[in-house]
């Protein structure tokens, strides 16, 4: 379970200066030996990520920041259903006639789901007509994940035409992203899958956030072709990344303090190998990282399908290498994750998501 009032960590040495901490905070986590991690050699890192730097939002100067949370606080909070979907409570005693009371007290939220359940995307051979059938039909997790992410974009209202379209993109790798991350908990057996689910959902509120913040001209507003690249632009132009912007956004919504690390802590894989986590954690930061990768690259175009990035050498030793995935292998070769190479050549798991994608 969540402890609420858990303050945020103290970052481990060795990581990345401002970069938001990742050893001990709290979460769901998956039983392992400290032996579990990975070994300290790190291979050489990709040219692009040396340097970088990870900038923490408290790091920053405290006017700048309130300046920033004065502007995150006129995008409307979503409604409570929201804290209900997030909370570990309702995850542990989760019945889709729960998640359907819930869903239907907002009648937008649950015309909108059933409208997305009901697309060509999803395949089924007979409409749906309520939560619970949707529920049997695509499982908890991606009906709780899709809810979240309707609740989640109706905070943005209706704003012109190149932020609805970023707006769309977002959504469209938040299902991806989150779809991954479900799929792929299971299959490796990890813990709490559905935690997973929202961790992947909610770090996608960031760049949702940003779209509020930034102008449609100016380079962070993307879309980019690695991590690296938006980040670097973010920080030229808010002073932090969008994950870091997500987290000030959440804080103001009083979502509970474990989730908001949770969250946060997932753009720091980019900087930190997996010896420098906590090793109950390590999997699950490395899975979920991934999962939004992919989601982000198959969105954008830049990723064909599954079998193009499983196929390919993205966390290679050369310096020309993927700047997103230098530190991947180390999580890789955690034995939690030992079966995710195999899952993501699963034959089901690439339809389903292909069917996604278009």
């Known amino acids: 379970p969540h402890d609420d009032a858990a303050p945020p960590p103290a970052a ?12 001990a905070s709290p979460a769901p986590a998956d039983p392992a030996p400290a032996a579990a991690a990975a070994p300290k050699a790190v291979a050489p890192l990709p040219q692009a990520l040396r340097g970088f730097r990870l900038v923490a939002h408290d790091s920053l100067p405290r006017a700048r920041v309130d300046a920033l949370v004065q502007q995150l606080q006129q995008i409307p909070p979503p409604p409570l259903a929201l804290h209900k979907l997030v909370s570990a409570e309702f995850l542990e005693a989760a019945r889709p006639s729960a998640l359907a009371e819930l869903i239907m007290a907002e009648a937008q939220i649950a015309a909108r789901l059933l409208a997305t359940v009901n697309s060509p995307r999803y395949g089924l051979r007979k409409p749906v007509g309520s939560v619970v059938q949707a529920v049997s039909l695509l499982g908890l997790n991606t009906v709780r994940s899709l809810c979240l992410q309707h609740l989640l974009h109706n905070s943005f209202g209706s704003p012109g035409a190149a932020q609805r379209q970023r707006l769309d993109r977002l959504l469209r790798a938040s299902t991806l992203s989150s779809e991954l991350c479900g799929r792929l908990a299971t299959r490796l057996d990890l813990a709490e899958p ?3 689910v929202t961790q992947a959902v909610l770090c996608h509120l960031g760049p949702l956030a940003t779209t509020v913040l930034l102008q449609p001209d100016s380079p962070a507003w993307g879309p980019h072709p690695s991590l ?11 002073g932090q990344g969008a994950g870091e912007v997500g987290a000030l956004l959440m804080q103001a919504w009083s979502l509970p303090a474990s989730i908001v690390q949770e969250v946060r802590d997932v753009d720091s894989v980019l900087v930190t190998p997996a010896h420098l986590v906590d090793p109950r954690r390590a999997p699950r930061l490395g899975l979920c990282y991934l999962g939004t990768r992919l989601g982000d690259r198959l969105t954008q175009g830049s990723l064909a399908d599954l079998a193009g990035w499983a196929t390919a050498d993205p966390a290679g030793a050369a310096e020309d290498a993927d700047p997103d995935f230098g530190h991947l292998a180390s999580y890789l070769a955690l034995p939690a994750l030992a079966k ?19």
């Open 194 to 196: 559905g935690a997973l």
């Open 12 to 23: 481990s040495p060795g990581a990345t200066p401002g970069a938001p901490a990742l050893v």
């Open 228 to 238: 690296l690249a938006r980040l670097q632009a973010e920080q030229q132009a808010l």
């Open 340 to 358: 995710l190479p195999a899952a993501l050549q699963d034959t089901g798991l690439r339809d389903a998501i292909g069917a996604l994608s278009h």
